[in-house]
T-cell receptor
Framework: QKEVEQDPGPLSVPEGAIVSLNCTYS??????FMWYRQYSRKGPELLMYTYSSGNKEDGRFTAQVDKSSKYISLFIRDSQPSDSATYLC????????????FGGGTRLMVKP | DSGVTQTPKHLITATGQRVTLRCSPR?????VYWYQQSLDQGLQFLIQ???????AKGNILERFSAQQFPDLHSELNLSSLELGDSALYFCASSEKGRVGELFFGEGSRLTVL
């Protein structure tokens, strides 16, 4: 079993829908939680960053971390075709710096 | 554009061969990270260099090695290549002390035939 699990999708939604992307993890020592977006044939780019538990909002994106359940989520409001990409969750331990552990990614398709 | 430059973008080679992938980090970033992305293993951390020194090692095979030069560019050397080494190899850089915020290049796609 992988340390970080993510449904690979693809997840297909109509434009304007609210999208929920999730990851579960097994190691309770993870403290830093990130969401990266990866367009086809491109490198991942950081979308959201959260330290420990709680919520964080940035425009149409909201990241939630529930450490008690070892579960993190990314919500996308008013989804746009330009949001079509693979979304990767990533995690890190204290003192592990940027040795990130990634989920396998969820492919999202937003249809006009 | 992340500011991280990787070359070559594509590389096709045969089993048993050796290749070198090159990365230039963002201006001012001292840390360089190498990650491997494959269909079965996903994106995995290989190795980190900081200002020329190896800082951390992940799931990097003994056949693979890396270095960071005084001008801060880095090279990842892959030798005795096997079919299973076919993957996307990403380089990333970060600002000092910034955990979680990696700037990735566009990757080098390696195909081993």
């Amino acid at each position: 079993q992988k340390e970080v699990e993510q449904d690979p999708g693809p997840l297909s939604v109509p434009e304007g829908a609210i999208v929920s992307l999730n990851c579960t993890y097994s190691n309770s020592a993870f403290q830093y939680f990130m969401w990266y977006r990866q367009y086809s044939r491109k490198g991942p780019e950081l979308l959201m960053y959260t330290y420990s538990s709680g919520n964080k909002e940035d425009g149409r994106f909201t990241a939630q971390v529930d450490k008690s359940s070892k579960y993190i989520s990314l919500f996308i409001r008013d989804s746009q075709p330009s949001d079509s990409a693979t979304y990767l969750c990533a995690m890190s331990f204290n003192n592990a710096g940027n040795m990130l552990t990634f989920g396998g990614g969820t492919r999202l398709m937003v249809k006009p | 554009d992340s500011g991280v430059t990787q070359t070559p973008k594509h590389l096709i080679t045969a089993t048993g061969q050796r290749v070198t992938l090159r990365c230039s980090p963002r201006s001012g970033d001292l840390s360089v990270y190498w990650y491997q992305q494959s269909l079965d293993q996903g994106l995995q951390f290989l190795i980190q260099y900081y200002n020329g020194e190896e800082r951390a090692k992940g799931n990097i095979l003994e056949r693979f090695s890396a270095q960071q030069f005084p001008d801060l560019h880095s090279e990842l050397n892959l030798s005795s290549l096997e079919l299973g080494d076919s993957a996307l190899y990403f380089c990333a850089s970060s600002e000092k002390g910034r955990v979680g915020e990696l700037f990735f290049g566009e990757g080098s796609r390696l195909t081993v035939l």
